[in-house]
């Protein structure tokens, strides 16, 4: 490890440059990257899907968030790398980290491609007071990454209107109708994918394809190398007007542009901002509401997604509930297991992310990833949590279920419940339209705060319809959580309770945003469950619980059984039935 | 009514002016103003404590909030005045209603004094977009106002350190401590009482003088007739060289300020604003914090003027259960008899606001005030809602309860319990460090949001140290209310259900603020009730509520019995141990 930060020291004394910047990002702004893009992990060793790497001419620190601190700090050790732990009191930001550490007129390099021009305004504001110089053009890390791979260059597929629910071109009237702007910069991949109904797979559980496009009031282009188009969105393309460019063609396209632009300086990658020479309107991104608020057919459709997800996930449950301590498994082979019953039902695509399969203390490791290094056998004993997602034709799922394999401790079972009455709260909350996921976190968390508990992530975020299991702009957790929930939106609810080398629990269904009443009091709203798969009832201390979240959970499992158990056989049946059953306070 | 407005319309007509403002306030933004400043009431006839007047030359139209709806609505009947609901769908704001209904180049007066700077600059820009002119110099109603009141002027009394805690000359330092400008300007009348512990009776409910300061790092000055002040406060100005100026001197002096003025926009009045020609730093006043979080004494004297209040009003309920339809009461002879026994609790000084007294329908009035017009009679059946509170030297407190007569409907007994489980989820409420008021209430409404009921007004306001019983910064309610809950912060927890032409419920408490664990995960806070008053346990559903509410209540009602029963006689002890029976869930 220590070779590669030496290796860009060397071209970091060739710039002049005293302090390097490696974040985990492409130039999409897109949250899991392709290989080509993992800069970070090549250069630090750590794997996690969120952090940045600092490295200075002695020294180099990462900064990543609560989900991996424990995972960073295992994956660090040894490699000269301070981790920094963000959200933690005493943490300096990486930009105070920067000033600090370096003298007046340093120069602080990083490719500008790989920062939105929000965060680039953040750090030369921040530089700017110890005169330090920012240099943005280079990626120094390609000149020392001799096997890195190459950008990815799979085929595309048309997304049909039976799983989308509306065209492209109703999708471009509908932007065009809110734009006030003579031009829309598109720069996430996925807004590009939902906007052309087109997906791809240049990202592992992420299908679509790296690309940009433009809307202007009379014209539409997609920039996308040409060869990668199935036959299907070409002709859709040509017979409705949208010009097909080349990938990096929008570099120079955008210095052409005249009029009004609206940009995201949020997502837009900072070197395509300083490109565009019209006048700049910054705003959210339209498509990321539009995106959001799913639309009738994508709801019916994710419907039937998680009817699938469902009895996969109760098979596999039945299957590692009757065998466990009987035949050999392991976080590993039951992953497999589980990715092989996803895959037998019809219309499944791929895994929306890599499984979380965490045994006993490596469920503490929020986002922990299962190798043949870590991987253990599974015992009849303890906690074993799974953290799993399909994407099918029809839309994508997330479930976290936390399996109970034999005895477990009095602490354990009153956590499990403690955490499940957080996520029966927020299930059964009630709102006047203009809450926000901040205001709804209050709601979850209490059962949790009451007895001085936490978890360091979030209890919800969106989630796309066959695009990127986290989306947003709706999200769930107690700070910076700004936007009103609408209805359509589907969102992830996971609390979860992670004691260090001990056990992690977490509980995760998604709901979807509804319409309640409407009356002189505003229109109510609330959510509904997506999901429908057995909690772990043998994991619950029930007199923990309030008599409305026992109620609320049995008529929980008692759709549950009535949705899943016509697609069982007898024996899964009668399984099913009994973790279905009723629970008494 | 109408010859009022029509001699404001004439006044309007000589300096050519086309629409003039009458807000609720005086020169030092106070809520509830002296009868000198009541000029949107002598204007309109509407006698609640918020509300804006606009007067055209044909229309005029007044803006109130929800809790004063039903109010206004009778009182402006016939008046010629539209009602204009604020925070309703579809009602225009003001600025957007005078510019609607004004031609371009025409005049808007108003008393600037009247107006923060924060409130004047977004008429300026609304009306700019008009090319609507202002003229601030204006006090119209002074001229048409033949017998209006004169400025109040009593005499000042000296807050003990007993009672404050600290001395004039601990806060001083504290101020100058935090203070970044050269000098802070002190314009409301409450920060001025606390910083030098200087008490008056300007205000009925209000125990203040009306007065302004100014703080810089080497002086201190007061704005206030010399011969109001009592000889202790003198002798301390001396002796500590504070600055004794005349009231009106503040105009002169401002402008004689140099360096950077510390000011808040959002409370100075903006014609003292412009008289400022140092630089102004722009910040909320510091001394709102410093106020609102209650120091050890302040906290332990506080809870000595609860008991008193808990006594007088435990005898209250006493008296009103086991009389009424015995003897003769009203609403009005019923708030005389609490406010009698208030005042033979020792060192009481005066009710700390205008009781509300609301008998059946009354009660859906949220700020009802009884008169000789709308006095009714008590009957042993229905609700009686009782709003009140007293100013004692150890504190002040507000309280509600409202009290079954007798009979009440189902839907009584329904929407009684589910305000007070949002009253017992939000004094149960558990958060970290960090938390708002717009998060907090969340919590609270949810047993009613559950059954597509709301009440419009917060669940919770500031309370100050026999200063206002309404202060910020601290504020419990679903929007704007962005200002994290620190230890020692008292605020109510006032839940209510108001149906129009039926009924009305509020359940009050006040509570307190405390740190709890102190953690990994943060600090986690709570809150402690200062209220030790029953509840009407007459008025519940208990089959509604949930085992741990009912518990809670059960714990409240033990503890009220502790801390009151020794103060009672036999009688009155038997009956508390009644009306604090554990109940049964």
């Given at each position: 490890?220590?070779?590669?930060?030496?290796?860009?020291?060397?071209?970091?004394?060739?710039?002049?440059?005293?302090?390097?910047?490696?974040?985990?990002?492409?130039?999409?702004?897109?949250?899991?990257?392709?290989?080509?893009?993992?800069?970070?992990?090549?250069?630090?060793?750590?794997?996690?899907?969120?952090?940045?790497?600092?490295?200075?001419?002695?020294?180099?620190?990462?900064?990543?968030?609560?989900?991996?601190?424990?995972?960073?700090?295992?994956?660090?050790?040894?490699?000269?790398?301070?981790?920094?732990?963000?959200?933690?009191?005493?943490t300096?930001?990486i930009?105070?980290?920067?000033?600090?550490?370096?003298?007046?007129g340093?120069?602080?390099?990083f490719?500008?491609?790989l920062?939105?021009?929000?965060?680039?305004?953040?750090?030369?504001?921040?530089?700017?007071?110890?005169?330090?110089?920012?240099?943005?053009?280079?990626?120094?890390?390609?000149?020392?990454?001799?096997?890195?791979?190459?950008?990815?260059?799979?085929?595309?597929?048309?997304?049909e209107?039976?799983?989308?629910?509306?065209?492209?071109?109703?999708?471009i009237?509908?932007?065009?109708?809110?734009?006030?702007?003579?031009?829309l910069?598109?720069?996430?991949?996925?807004?590009?994918?939902?906007?052309?109904?087109?997906?791809?797979?240049?990202?592992?559980?992420?299908?679509?394809?790296?690309?940009?496009?433009?809307?202007?009031?009379d014209k539409?282009?997609?920039?996308i190398?040409?060869?990668?188009?199935?036959?299907?969105?070409?002709e859709?393309?040509?017979?409705n007007?949208?010009?097909?460019?080349?990938?990096?063609?929008i570099?120079?396209?955008?210095?052409?542009?005249?009029?009004?632009?609206?940009?995201?300086?949020?997502?837009?990658?900072?070197?395509?901002?300083?490109?565009?020479?019209?006048?700049i309107?910054?705003?959210?991104?339209?498509?990321e509401?539009?995106?959001?608020?799913?639309?009738?057919?994508?709801?019916?459709?994710t419907?039937?997604?998680?009817?699938?997800?469902?009895?996969?996930?109760?098979?596999f449950?039945?299957?590692?509930?009757?065998?466990?301590?009987?035949?050999?498994?392991?976080e590993?082979?039951?992953?497999?297991?589980?990715?092989?019953?996803?895959?037998?039902?019809?219309?499944?695509?791929?895994?929306?992310?890599a499984?979380?399969?965490?045994?006993?203390?490596?469920?503490?490791?929020?986002?922990?990833?299962?190798?043949p290094?870590?991987?253990?056998?599974?015992?009849?004993?303890?906690?074993?949590m799974?953290?799993?997602?399909?994407?099918y034709?029809?839309?994508?799922?997330?479930?976290?279920r936390?399996?109970?394999?034999?005895?477990?401790?009095?602490?354990?079972?009153?956590?499990?419940?403690?955490?499940?009455?957080?996520h029966?709260?927020?299930?059964?909350?009630?709102?006047?339209?203009?809450?926000?996921?901040?205001?709804?976190?209050?709601?979850?968390?209490?059962?949790?705060?009451?007895?001085?508990?936490?978890?360091?992530?979030?209890?919800?975020?969106?989630?796309?319809?066959?695009?990127?299991?986290?989306?947003?702009?709706?999200?769930?957790r107690?700070?910076?959580?700004?936007?009103?929930?609408?209805?359509?939106?589907?969102?992830?609810?996971?609390?979860?309770?992670?004691?260090?080398?001990?056990?992690?629990?977490?509980?995760?269904?998604?709901?979807?945003?509804?319409?309640?009443?409407?009356?002189a009091?505003?229109?109510?709203?609330?959510?509904?469950?997506?999901?429908?798969?057995?909690?772990?009832?043998?994991?619950?201390?029930?007199?923990?619980?309030?008599?409305?979240?026992?109620?609320?959970?049995?008529?929980?499992?008692?759709?549950?059984?009535?949705?899943?158990?016509?697609?069982?056989?007898?024996?899964?049946?009668?399984?099913?039935?009994?973790?279905?059953?009723?629970?008494?306070?």
């Amino acid at each position: 490890m220590n070779k590669k930060l030496d290796a860009l020291r060397q071209e970091m004394k060739k710039e002049n440059i005293q302090a390097y910047i490696v974040p985990t990002s492409d130039d999409h702004d897109t949250e899991y990257v392709c290989s080509h893009f993992m800069s970070r992990s090549y250069l630090s060793g750590f794997t996690g899907s969120a952090g940045t790497l600092v490295v200075g001419l002695d020294q180099a620190a990462l900064w990543t968030d609560g989900r991996y601190f424990i995972q960073a700090k295992d994956q660090l050790a040894g490699s000269g790398i301070d981790l920094m732990k963000m959200g933690v009191e005493g943490t300096p930001s990486i930009s105070s980290y920067i000033v600090d550490h370096l003298s007046s007129g340093s120069v602080v390099g990083f490719d500008g491609r790989l920062f939105s021009e929000a965060m680039v305004e953040i750090y030369e504001e921040a530089f700017d007071k110890k005169d330090l110089i920012l240099k943005t053009d280079l990626d120094l890390v390609d000149r020392i990454w001799k096997d890195r791979p190459v950008l990815p260059h799979t085929s595309t597929f048309h997304f049909e209107k039976q799983y989308a629910g509306k065209t492209m071109v109703e999708k471009i009237a509908a932007v065009r109708d809110i734009l006030s702007a003579d031009h829309l910069m598109i720069t996430k991949v996925d807004q590009v994918a939902w906007l052309f109904n087109l997906r791809a797979h240049d990202i592992p559980s992420f299908p679509v394809a790296m690309a940009y496009a433009i809307v202007s009031q009379d014209k539409a282009s997609i920039y996308i190398d040409d060869s990668r188009l199935d036959a299907t969105s070409r002709e859709l393309f040509a017979k409705n007007h949208v010009t097909i460019r080349p990938y990096d063609a929008i570099y120079t396209d955008v210095q052409t542009l005249t009029g009004t632009v609206s940009v995201d300086p949020y997502t837009i990658n900072s070197t395509l901002y300083r490109f565009i020479e019209a006048d700049i309107e910054e705003e959210e991104n339209p498509i990321e509401l539009m995106k959001a608020c799913k639309n009738e057919v994508e709801i019916e459709q994710t419907k039937h997604a998680h009817l699938k997800d469902a009895i996969a996930m109760t098979q596999f449950m039945y299957w590692l509930k009757t065998n466990v301590g009987k035949i050999p498994m392991s976080e590993m082979s039951a992953a497999q297991k589980l990715h092989d019953l996803r895959a037998s039902q019809a219309d499944f695509i791929e895994d929306s992310f890599a499984t979380i399969a965490a045994y006993k203390e490596h469920g503490a490791i929020v986002h922990y990833q299962s190798s043949p290094e870590t991987d253990v056998p599974l015992q009849p004993e303890g906690l074993f949590m799974v953290d799993s997602g399909g994407h099918y034709y029809q839309g994508t799922t997330d479930i976290t279920r936390t399996f109970v394999l034999g005895e477990i401790t009095e602490y354990e079972r009153k956590c499990f419940t403690w955490a499940l009455q957080c996520h029966i709260r927020l299930e059964q909350a009630t709102w006047l339209y203009g809450c926000t996921g901040e205001q709804l976190d209050m709601i979850a968390r209490q059962p949790l705060w009451k007895h001085s508990l936490d978890f360091k992530h979030g209890t919800g975020h969106g989630v796309g319809h066959v695009l990127s299991v986290h989306e947003g702009p709706n999200v769930i957790r107690w700070q910076q959580a700004y936007t009103p929930f609408e209805a359509g939106m589907i969102t992830s609810d996971e609390p979860g309770i992670y004691i260090e080398g001990q056990f992690g629990i977490r509980h995760e269904n998604e709901v979807l945003a509804v319409n309640l009443d409407k009356n002189a009091y505003g229109q109510f709203m609330g959510f509904e469950p997506l999901t429908w798969v057995p909690f772990d009832v043998d994991g619950l201390d029930v007199d923990e619980m309030e008599p409305a979240e026992v109620a609320w959970l049995n008529a929980y499992h008692a759709k549950v059984y009535e949705k899943v158990s016509p697609y069982l056989n007898e024996q899964q049946r009668q399984w099913l039935a009994h973790a279905c059953r009723p629970l008494i306070r």
